[in-house]
């Protein structure tokens, strides 16, 4: 059987093949499964067995085969179906008055929340009315792994004009999403919520809000791919090896030049993230589709306990969030719940979802995602019925909350229903983070790197290093992890600072072949990403 995921793009062989191990300090170069950078150290992980070091001669599980179906089995299906269709195409959506061309599920700029229950069978038939290849990635959901969504690891990409049903079983219940998961476009509007209901959720809230954070260029006088090329023409088109970009061609004079407008304007700095935050400068961000001058109310009595499901999709923005006039009671984190823990603000890194309570107050009150590290800022308002509608809501992203109690998810815990059984480890592996010689090329280096394997039933732990000057949100596809450094703190996506060394743990059950990558969209499409692999 052929080692999975051995597909490296052409954009990242043109981004990373001229690099040398002077380039990273390395003592040799090549390329992992995912084609990210990898660097051998020599080392051999403890407790890995001597398989690792030939991975042509390994029995690897691939998403056809008959294990990934039995753990489908035993999920434990509920007997409900929910269905959903969704169609990915070319629409113009209102921004504000800023009418804008891009790609979206039915014609939003974000697409329709899709709820479900715990254990309910999900189906979806998904019609590409695009003129590129896509998928759908159902992200923070333990799902079968030949419906992940991830092409060409678990899927061929959805073609042109051809339709693709997913069906899987939801086990996870909590605040996730869905997006597309080829090159760039979930930077246009290809996203959204994903809820699963908890039928034993015990948070007592009275009311539910999703509110989903988003950066915006698309249709601005550019586009993603015009950006991805103003960072590095090497990977331009936004392929990076994973397919689903623009058309082929080249990029338009005008979207480049606005492109690199962005991409020079500095980069944020916060101290919460541990230096630099990104390198674009959106025009334009968003929360469930509208601007700040456009806003869609949460409207809720005077007196409830309301939910907010905040889940960030942007692409490359971190953001604090903030009620004004309202603390914020953390209650979970990536769908797992967290021991309550009060707040007046909170920092969502990419990818990342939290649930917050709030009580609400009688008036209008701005809610406010302000970037993190630099200008720029997405907001509504929560209102009572009782409440006159403000029409200066728009408060201009600043409010007291966002300077209060900042609480970082390495203060959360986990509550004991959710953590991790402690046991012995069978596999334990090192990767670095970095970035090459100062390029805009990210990657992962190391001997494990390239070599993520494990069989079903393993606790396998990763020690991610941060070696680069920026903060990478790191994921895992078909798992959810514990955070040993956070008290066991259990998500699917952790944010890693520049110079810190973090480790994951999660329990190898569920088998296939799944990414594991950078949740900065414009990272992984330069490198960042690498395999994990089951093996018989």
């Known amino acids: 059987m052929r080692p999975p995921g051995a597909v490296l793009g052409r954009r990242r062989f043109l981004a990373l093949g001229s690099l040398g191990a002077g380039a990273l300090g390395m003592s040799a170069l090549g390329f992992g499964a995912a084609g990210c950078a990898t660097a051998s150290s020599g080392t051999q992980p403890a407790g890995a067995g001597a398989e690792n070091g030939a991975a042509a001669d390994l029995d690897y599980i691939s998403p056809a085969d008959p294990e990934v179906a039995a753990a489908e089995a035993a999920r434990g299906w509920n007997g409900t179906v929910a269905s959903f269709a969704l169609a990915a195409g070319v629409a113009t959506v ?45 992200h923070g959901i333990r799902i079968r792994n030949d419906m992940d969504g991830a092409a060409p690891v678990t899927q061929a990409a959805i073609a042109p004009g051809t339709t693709f049903d997913y069906s899987f079983v939801v086990p996870d219940p909590g605040t996730h999403w869905y997006h597309s998961h080829s090159g760039l476009q979930a930077d246009r509007g290809l996203f959204g919520a994903l809820i699963v209901e908890d039928p034993d959720d015990r948070t007592g809230a009275d009311a539910d809000a999703v509110l989903v954070l988003d950066d915006w260029l698309d249709g ?44 020079s304007a500095g980069h944020g700095d916060s101290a919460a993230l541990g230096g630099m935050t990104q390198h674009i400068a959106y025009p334009l961000h968003l929360i469930n589709g509208r601007p700040p001058n456009d806003p869609t109310p949460v409207v809720a009595a005077a007196g409830q306990r309301v939910r907010l499901r905040i889940v960030n999709a942007a692409a490359e923005t971190p953001y604090r969030f903030a009620v ?30 939290y649930d917050v309570l709030v009580t609400v107050k009688s008036g209008v009150w701005p809610i406010v995602a302000k970037v993190e590290g630099r200008p720029g800022y997405a907001s509504t308002v929560l209102r009572t019925p009782d409440a006159v509608p403000m029409a200066d809501a728009d408060v201009g992203g600043a409010i007291p909350e966002l300077g209060g109690r900042l609480v970082a998810e390495s203060a959360l815990r986990p509550v004991e229903a959710v953590r991790l059984d402690p046991r012995e480890l069978d596999r334990d592996y090192r990767i670095e983070l970095i970035q090459a010689g100062g390029r805009y090329v990210w990657g992962m280096a190391g001997t494990d790197a390239g070599r993520l394997v494990m069989k079903q039933g393993e606790r396998v732990r990763i020690t991610m290093k941060n070696s680069s000057t920026m903060w990478h949100p790191m994921h895992t596809h078909g798992h959810t992890f514990a955070v040993g450094a956070y008290g066991g703190l259990r998500r699917d996506t952790v944010n890693v600072l ?32 690498a395999n994990l692999r089951y093996i018989r």
């Open 94 to 138: 209102d921004l504000g008055g800023r009418l804008v061309d891009t790609w979206t599920y039915g014609g939003r700029a974000v697409a329709p929340e899709l709820r479900v229950r715990r254990g309910d069978r999900l189906d979806a038939a998904v019609r590409n009315d695009l003129h590129a290849d896509t998928t759908v990635h159902w």
């Open 220 to 263: 601005l006088g550019t586009t993603p791919d015009a950006v991805l090329t103003a960072l590095n023409p090497a990977i331009s088109g936004g392929h990076g090896g994973h397919g689903g970009g623009a058309a082929p061609g080249a990029q338009p004079a005008g979207d480049l030049d606005v492109a690199r407008q962005l991409v």
């Open 324 to 353: 004004a006039g309202h603390e914020l009671t953390i209650v979970a984190a990536d769908g797992f719940d967290v021991q309550p823990t009060v707040a007046d603000t909170i920092v969502v890194g990419m990818a990342q979802r």
């Open 498 to 529: 520049p110079g810190a060394e973090l480790a994951i743990e999660f329990d190898a059950d569920n088998p296939g072949e799944w990414m594991f990558h950078c949740h900065n969209a414009y990272h992984f499409e330069a490198g960042m990403t």
